[in-house]
Nanobody, 120 residues
């Protein structure tokens, strides 16, 4: 079994900062790409940032320069440091982790999401 759990969401004012964490646990051999997505009310889920097992990163244009993704491979954990938050960053943030397990193909597991609300 594999569990992916996000934490760190909350209510913050515009211009503020939050740090999200996502931990994968269970019978995991290794984790490959780890990414953060978000879904605002009435909108489709969109990719925010992704980091490979080697540490290469990519970001959505809307968050470049404000968000930083990082990971701790030993802890199967990915982080999203969010700064200079804007009203439009309000969404449920989801973690997706490509997990390698013994004897099965890699599979992307989703967490349950954590709410980020930015207020004026």
């Amino acid at each position: 079994q594999v569990q992916v759990v996000e934490s760190g969401g909350g209510l913050v004012q515009t211009g503020g900062s939050l740090r999200l964490s996502c931990v994968a646990s269970g019978s995991i051999f290794s984790t490959n790409d780890m990414g953060w997505y978000r879904q605002a009310p009435g909108k489709q889920r969109e990719l925010v940032a992704v980091i490979t097992s080697g540490g290469s990163t990519s970001y959505a244009d809307s968050v470049k320069g404000r968000f930083t993704i990082s990971r701790d491979n030993a802890k199967n954990t990915v982080y999203l440091q969010m700064s200079s938050l804007k009203l439009e960053d309000t969404a449920v943030y989801y973690c997706n982790t490509l997990i390698v397990r013994a004897g099965v193909p890699p599979f992307g597991y989703w967490g349950q999401g954590t709410q980020v609300t930015v207020s004026s």
